[in-house]
């Protein structure tokens, strides 16, 4: 390894030694997920504030193109197990071969989904939506789509920077995508500066922007920090081997990852089932479980770097030492979260909520118990996300691949229906087995981490 490398040499030595690793891996990356996630809100504050139909639009057509994103983004994710362990290996070869056939899966997956992106109008009517609705939602698509290349792409990069610890760059690439993102959608949805109006289009035209220019930048800091690796020769040159890897290890945490967000998503159907303001209030304490959630997402993309790098030095040890202080951690902020969840659960929801609107004080009251609900997902999502990240790490992911989908669809969404419905227990029934769901994964994640890939080291 060059010994310009970002990588330290040795595992930290130490507890305190694996938190401040962890947190200066990870909080990056944290913020990075937030600055995203404040992105799309962005987009549909704008696309509220210029019509209804187009935020009605937009709102189901970004739910379709992130699924279909998750799913190709596993090829992306992987590269940031195969990476880490192959540089914690001395093996800039290996990371240099993953990172390209990851390329070469992302860019075939996103040339596949653009056809029914293209035409997704169809889909959308039988969905049920309105004849309005399903023609902007196929006219944002049909823009959009062309931004999930260069998105897929993004992930394959940002995976392979963070793998080799350099995730600073990635918060500041998100901030000014975040700033650029809020003028071009100013500009283009709303006609200002001169721009054409082009509403729901323009919301689109300056989604594929931004994530063009954050692949752009990316890819020039990657050759710029990290010459060494020489990340680009001969990129167009096929390696099965390589390509056979990322897809066996990329595919399963697709699915998993598209497990997760369908089971919410099938929650969110299901309280639709009970009445509109049921929906709106759990949209909101979902809302704010996803805003908490960033912080997990973030430190779990670091406690699978950790894992690998362990993983790829076949230190046992030190993967165990990674393993519980990434719990510590996570427990240490899911605390936080429920004493805040627990104190002001009322005025969190009415921060999303017109102090004129007529049905206010039933939203507050359903959406209130909902986020002290909420309380009881800080310990077992966070539990469940970091089972998956450490077991990535090990490149372990086709069993706990179906472990997630048996505790979601299996365990959670039945018991959710069963509450909810049968037991009459209504939005609170429906969130008690979302609790259920990811309490079930985050015991057999962990069990399996804990029983079996923690050892891998000595068996691989």
């Known amino acids: 390894m060059s010994d310009i490398s970002p990588l330290p040499p040795v595992a930290p030595q130490g507890f305190a030694a694996h938190i401040r690793a962890l947190l200066r891996l990870g909080l990056p990356l944290v913020g990075s997920a937030v600055v995203g996630f404040v992105i799309h809100m962005t987009d549909t504050i704008m696309l509220g504030w210029f019509n209804v139909i187009s935020l009605a639009a937009a709102t189901i057509a970004t739910s379709v193109w ?258 519980k202080t990434s719990l510590l951690v996570a427990f240490s902020f899911g605390i936080g979260v429920v004493v805040l969840f627990l104190s002001i659960p009322q005025v969190l929801i009415s921060l999303f909520l017109d102090p004129t609107e007529p049905a206010r004080d039933r939203l507050l009251a359903i959406g209130t118990t909902l986020v002290m609900l909420a309380a009881l997902f800080q310990f077992v999502d966070s539990t469940q996300i970091f089972a998956i990240a450490l077991l990535r790490g090990v490149l372990d992911t086709t069993v706990p691949m179906w472990l997630a989908v048996l505790s979601y669809w299996v365990v959670g969404l039945p018991v959710s229906y069963v509450m909810a419905f049968t037991l009459g227990w209504g939005p609170v029934g429906l969130w008690l087995g979302l609790v259920v769901g990811l309490g079930c994964a985050s015991a057999l994640l962990m069990w399996r981490f804990w029983g079996r890939s923690v050892r891998i080291g000595r068996l691989a």
């Not at 020039?220 to 167009?236: D, N, S």
């Open 66 to 323: 992130f699924i279909i994103f998750i799913l190709g983004a596993g090829f992306g994710n992987a590269v940031m197990s195969l990476v880490a362990a192959a540089a914690a290996a001395g093996d800039e070869v290996q990371a240099r071969r993953a990172t390209r056939m990851a390329f070469w899966l992302s860019l075939a997956y996103g040339l596949i989904v653009l056809a029914p992106l293209w035409w997704s109008e169809a889909m959308f009517l039988a969905l049920g939506q309105t004849a309005d609705v399903a023609a902007e939602a196929q006219r944002y698509l049909r823009i959009a789509g062309f931004g999930m290349i260069p998105a897929l792409l993004a992930v394959v990069i940002r995976s392979y920077l963070s793998a080799l610890h350099l995730t600073a760059v990635q918060l500041w690439v998100s901030l000014a995508a975040f700033v650029l993102n809020a003028l071009v959608n100013y500009a283009l949805i709303f006609g200002n500066w001169g721009a054409p109006e082009l509403g729901i289009r323009g919301a689109a035209i300056a989604s594929v922007i931004v994530q063009v220019l954050i692949l752009v930048v990316m890819l020039a800091y990657a050759q710029i920090k990290l010459p060494h690796y020489r990340l680009y020769q001969r990129i167009w040159k096929a390696d099965p081997v390589a390509l056979r890897a990322v897809f066996r290890l990329g595919l399963p945490i697709g699915l998993t990852s598209l497990a997760e967000s369908g089971f919410f998503t099938a929650s969110a159907v299901m309280m639709g089932w009970i009445g509109a303001i049921e929906l709106a209030a759990h949209g909101i304490a979902l809302q704010l479980v996803a805003l908490m959630f960033m912080f997990h997402v973030g430190m779990s993309q670091a406690a699978t770097i950790l894992a690998s790098s362990a993983y790829g030095r076949r230190d046992e040890a030190d993967l165990r030492r990674v393993a």
